[in-house]
C-alpha cells in the first residue's frame, strides 16, 4: 500500500493493523496481523545455524530444504516471500523449476542477514558470511552492497551503542572502511565469486549518496535526494524511497532512523511510510534497537506477537552455547501449523469475499471488427441519407 492510501484508511498506526478495511476487493493479500513473515523466518533460522563457528549459509540451506511442505502452498512453510526468495524455494524444492540464481534486486533478505552481524567474526569472515547468505538468493550485486554496510553497521552501531552515533554519519564512515577492505583484500574478494572492483565501485557510490543525505534537515528533503540520486540509473524514476531498490531503502531507513531516533513511535512511522514496509520498518527497528537497546520495539508488537512464546523461548537459546539442531528442526515444523492455519484462514475470507468482476481483454481481432463495423455502419448511414434526399427530389419533380 501507498502512504496515502494507509493514512486514509488508518489515520495512524498503532500495532499490527488488520489491512481489511483498505484491500476492497483484493482480498488475496489479506494478512493476519501479527503472524511474522519469511524476513523474520530466515532470520531465525540462520540466527540458529549461525550460534555455531565457520560458515554458516550452507547449514541454513539444508535446513530450508528439509522444511515441510504444504498442501496446496506452493512455498511450504515461509509466507508472503518476495519473487526472489519464491525462486530461491523453488529451486531448493524442485531443480527443474529452476537452477539458476536470480538476479533480480530483493529488499528483504537485507533484514533476514541481521544474526551475521553480531558473531564477532573477522572483516574478511564477515563478508564471507554476507556475501554466502545474498548469493543464495540473489547475484544482484546492489543487494550484495546494501547487505555488505547493513551488516557492518550494525556491528559497528552495538560496539559503539554508548555514545549513540547518527545513523547516516556513522554508515559513510562504515561505507568507506569496506571499500578500502574490498580493494586491500581483492584476491580474497574474488574468490568469494565476487568481482571486487565492482563491489567497490558500488559501495562508493553508497558513500557518495550518503555524502548528499547527511546535510538534510527533514527525512522528507533526504528521500528526494535518495529519489534522485537512483533515477540516476533507472529508466522509470521513483517517487518514493520505499520501493523494491536496496540501497535505496537501506539508505531510507538510515534516514528515519536518524530523523526520528527520538520518537517514540519510530516504527509505526517507518511502517505507514507503505511500499515495502516489511523490510523497512524491520532495518529501522534492528537499527535503532542497536542504538538505543530493544526498550526502542513497542511492548505492543511483543505482547500481539503471534507465537509469541516459541519465538521468545527460541531467541534465549541463542545466548547461549552453539543452537542444537533439534531446536532448529522443532522451530521448522512448529511454523508449518502456523502457515497451513493463515491459510486456512485466508481461503475462508476469500469466499465469502466480494470477487471482482474480470475484465475482458480486447484482442487486436476484436478491435479491427468493432472498427470495421462502425466504419460500414456511418457509411449505410450516409447512403441512406443521400438516398432519401434523390427520392424526394423525383417525388417533387413528377
Known amino acids: 500500500m501507498g502512504r496515502g492510501h494507509i493514512n486514509v484508511h488508518f489515520k495512524e498506526i498503532t500495532g499490527y493493523m488488520d489491512p481489511e478495511p483498505a484491500l476492497k476487493n483484493r482480498m488475496e493479500r489479506w494478512r493476519k496481523p501479527g503472524l511474522y513473515s519469511s524476513i523474520s523466518q530466515f532470520m531465525l533460522i540462520l540466527a540458529m545455524t549461525s550460534s555455531r563457528k565457520g560458515p554458516c549459509a550452507e547449514a541454513f540451506t539444508r535446513h530450508v530444504t528439509s522444511s515441510p511442505e504444504l498442501p496446496d502452498y506452493r512455498y511450504g512453510i515461509f509466507r508472503y516471500p518476495d519473487s526472489v526468495e519464491k525462486k530461491f524455494i523453488d529451486t531448493l524444492r524442485d531443480a527443474r523449476r529452476g537452477t539458476e540464481t536470480s538476479t533480480l534486486p530483493s529488499v528483504r533478505i537485507i533484514p ?18 554476507v556475501a554466502g547468505f545474498v548469493r543464495r538468493f540473489t547475484h544482484d550485486l546492489p543487494t550484495m552492497a546494501a547487505g555488505l554496510l547493513y551488516s557492518f553497521l550494525l556491528t559497528a552501531l552495538l560496539n559503539e551503542r554508548s555514545v549513540a552515533p547518527a545513523p547516516l554519519r556513522k554508515a559513510l564512515e562504515v561505507a ?12 580474497s574478494i574474488f574468490s568469494m565469486a565476487l568481482n571486487p572492483d565492482a563491489l567497490k565501485l558500488e559501495l562508493l557510490n553508497l558513500s557518495g549518496a550518503l555524502r548528499r543525505i547527511i546535510p538534510s534537515g527533514t527525512k522528507e528533503t533526504a528521500e528526494d535526494i535518495i529519489c534522485s540520486w537512483i533515477n ?18 537501506l539508505l531510507h531507513s538510515l534516514s528515519l532512523c536518524t530523523h526520528l531516533i527520538d520518537d517514540s513511535r519510530l516504527m509505526f512511522r517507518a511502517a505507514a511510510e507503505g511500499g515495502a514496509a516489511a523490510s523497512l520498518t524491520a532495518m529501522t527497528g534492528v537499527i535503532a534497537a542497536c542504538i538505543l537497546g530493544p526498550a526502542i520495539v513497542p511492548e505492543t508488537l511483543v505482547r500481539n506477537l503471534v507465537n509469541r512464546k516459541k519465538i521468545i523461548s527460541q531467541v534465549d537459546t541463542l545466548a547461549g552455547d552453539a543452537v542444537p539442531s533439534e531446536r532448529i528442526v522443532d522451530f521448522i515444523r512448529s511454523e508449518a501449523s502456523l502457515t497451513a492455519k493463515e491459510q486456512a484462514e485466508l481461503r475462508a475470507r476469500l469466499k465469502h469475499a466480494r470477487k471482482k468482476p474480470k475484465k475482458h481483454k480486447v484482442t487486436r ?23 432519401k434526399k434523390e427520392r424526394k427530389l423525383r417525388d417533387k419533380n413528377r
Open 176 to 187: 568507506e572502511s569496506l571499500a578500502d577492505t574490498v580493494e586491500t583484500n581483492s584476491s
Open 232 to 249: 540516476r540509473s533507472l529508466k522509470t524514476p521513483i517517487t518514493r524511497a520505499t520501493v523494491n531498490i536496496p540501497p535505496a531503502l
Open 365 to 387: 481481432k476484436e478491435k479491427e471488427t468493432e472498427l470495421t463495423r462502425h466504419v460500414v455502419e456511418s457509411w449505410t448511414k450516409i447512403d441512406k441519407a443521400k438516398w
Open 112 to 129: 533476514a542477514l541481521t544474526p551475521l552481524s553480531f558473531r564477532g567474526n573477522s572483516p574478511l569472515e564477515q563478508v564471507a558470511d
